[in-house]
């Protein structure tokens, strides 16, 4: 399926009201002052990715969103025993396919970090259903992966999964640190996503419940465990989708 493409940014005309084209003749003007389809979304723009403090009118935003981190379980041993070429297609490829899946369901991929990445659904693009959205595109990053690794070169024998987290609530987006501008989200619902994905198997995903209270109808029965998540005291219950 290939992704919808907008005329115009969503996230500008959903904030400011304001159709920035994103495509077609009537985009050349605003590409010459480097206006053009963001790389964390490319239903969204440039001006929303690195003018979040004039677009919101404050750094930060408290907002509520879904957060979503996938990671590839068996990289690094990869990473020794295969040549430099086969291991970075692989890692391309892992990007590539969780992009689209991020991109259908109108999240950002936000950041790509070693053999892992952190994606955020509701914000720029709004969407009640956010939590619903992350879940879909987990599944297709899951569904996607297990197809597309069987086809590349040299690494296609070898036992490489993802492991994914979500949880979802309160985040604090907008932009973090002086010397650059780049937008993301902080706040616990971060962190533990990030835990939940370290908790998962490969081939897993691990939903908090949160998450699970706000998708119930897309999930099977009895899925649940509590896990010692790395820097919570308390146990967390997790639900496998
Ligand atoms: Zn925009």
Redesign the pocket.
Known sequence: MALHQSKI?M??WEHLHLP?PLRGVASVPFRAFGIRP?RMNPN?????ETMFERIMKKRHVIVDATVLFADLRGYTSLSQSHSAEAVSMLLDTFYDESAGAIWEHDGILNKTMGDGLMAVFNF?ISHDDHAIRALRAARQIQARWREIRLTLPETAGEDIGVGIGVDTGQVNFGEFGHSHTDITAIGTVVNTAARAQAAAASGQILLTEAVHARVQGDLPEGQARDYQLKGFQAATRLYAA
């Open positions: 940014c996230g500008c920035v963001s969204t723009c440039t001006i929303c720029p």
